[in-house]
């Protein structure tokens, strides 16, 4: 049976699923949730998910919610991106690391400087969310200095976690040359077989 992501393509959290469910091999199709037109905010959507939010994975009889928890189902169920045994709970940090201190600023701090309307946009809360951006990034970048992947020897939830919002093109005052080890370790999972970029995966709520 094909697993089913309910997604959109400008959601990096989405893509944090939608890309774990594609490097481990995993059937699955995306569902597109029309966000910026309220449906996630709908009673139809909220039956599926009362949160009203993506990423929702509906396997069989089984509905998933949050991204770390669609991640780490496809970690235990095909036995990929886990990395070893004695590293389970270093994954695991990084991916709630990178969903309190990262994504969570990065996917609010987008939207405001991309999806709003221009006159819209509140300039002192988008220099206070960089400014919290800069400092998570510079503990990434410190990180990763010697180091391929986040975690061990290979590509593991962590990354694919962490990676999710450095992949999309809207400004949000990210700059991969200002953070060379993000910057490499960005070209190693784009080069990994199998990926794909965010709107490649899924499709987009608004036009390009």
Not at 24 to 46: Q, Y
Not at 80 to 93: I, L, Q
Not at 147 to 155: A, E, K, S, Y
Not at 158 to 183: K, M, T
């Amino acid at each position: 049976m094909t697993a089913k992501l309910y997604c959109f393509g400008e959601s990096g959290n989405a893509y944090k699923a939608a890309l774990t469910l594609e490097l481990a091999g995993v059937d699955w199709e995306p569902v597109f949730v029309d966000f910026f037109n309220g449906e996630a905010r709908a009673e139809p959507f909220k039956q599926i998910n009362a949160m009203g939010e993506v990423p929702v994975l509906v396997d069989g009889d089984l509905t998933l919610t949050q991204s770390g928890v669609i991640q780490q189902y496809v970690v235990d169920t095909t036995g990929k991106f886990g990395g070893a045994p004695e590293d389970k709970y270093d994954v695991m940090r990084w991916v709630l690391w990178d969903n309190h201190k990262m994504s969570s600023q990065a996917g609010p701090l987008r939207f405001l400087m991309n999806f709003l309307p221009e006159d819209k946009r509140p300039q002192e809360v988008i220099k206070f969310m960089q400014g919290r951006l800069n400092a998570a990034y510079a503990v990434l970048d410190g990180h990763l200095q010697g180091r391929d992947w986040i975690v061990g020897d290979g590509m593991t939830a962590a990354d694919l976690s962490c990676c999710s919002y450095l992949f999309y093109d809207e400004p949000f005052g990210f700059d991969r040359a200002d953070w060379p080890n993000i910057d490499a370790w960005l070209t190693r999972i784009s080069e990994v077989p199998g990926w794909k970029h965010p709107y490649d995966l899924m499709q987009r709520g608004l036009p390009a």
